[in-house]
């Protein structure tokens, strides 16, 4: 069943943050990822929901993947990276 990575990142840094990012798509192809949603325009259309300032949904084959990702290597090398440069919520959702 598929499983979608869902992120909410607010950037303090944004030149150290495309470090980040050439590093997470990296570990994200290597572990059969997908981007499906990669900082677009967000708008609320129903209810109280804050917009996030970016946000992010990677697919991924399965949860297991999902979490094989998060913790590999390649993505705690990315997270280093991303240390000073932004905050992020994360979760990972199976699909239907």
Known sequence: MAAYLVVEAKVQDAQAYEIYKKLAQTAIAAYGGRYLVRGG?????????TPPERLVI????????AKQFYDSPEYR???LARENAASMNMLVVGGV
Do not use: M
């Not at 990677?58 to 993947?65: C, M, Y």
């Open 41 to 49: 325009p967000v708008e609320t259309i129903e209810g109280d929901w």
């Open 58 to 65: 990677v697919e991924f084959d399965s949860v297991e993947a």
């Open 77 to 79: 090398a990315a997270r």
